[in-house]
Nanobody, 118 residues
């Protein structure tokens, strides 16, 4: 079954770090662009970081630039989001989205919850 599954969320204090993973099954991540979104308790959804299928194009939301890092590990079919310097404003459901670089279906994960306390 083709899908992506997020993991690595949890509860940390301000200043803490977490590493989120988006693991793909049933398709090869190297053929997909991958974007991490986050959904706040208000239900507002924001693009956090995105990486192209070959890794040459990476973008971050201004609010996470210099704190978060998105990395591809295509050998293991996973895209990671390394988060440092977390603050309560980063509390959200983090969701992975894979879109094909050429053609095919896109895939949304169900998300992994990140909670940052003061």
């Amino acid at each position: 079954q083709e899908r992506v599954v997020e993991s690595g969320g949890g509860s940390v204090h301000s200043g803490g770090s977490l590493k989120l993973s988006c693991l793909a099954s049933g398709f090869l991540t190297r053929r997909y662009h991958v974007t991490w979104y986050r959904e706040f308790p208000s239900k507002e959804r924001q693009m956090v970081a995105t990486i192209s299928n070959l890794g040459g194009n990476i973008r971050y939301a201004d609010s996470v630039k210099d704190r978060f890092r998105i990395e591809r590990d295509d050998d293991n079919n996973v895209v990671n989001l390394q988060m440092t310097g977390l603050s309560p404003e980063d509390t959200a459901l983090y969701i992975c989205h894979a879109t094909p670089a050429y053609q095919g279906m896109d895939f949304w994960g169900r998300g992994t919850q990140v909670t940052v306390s003061p």
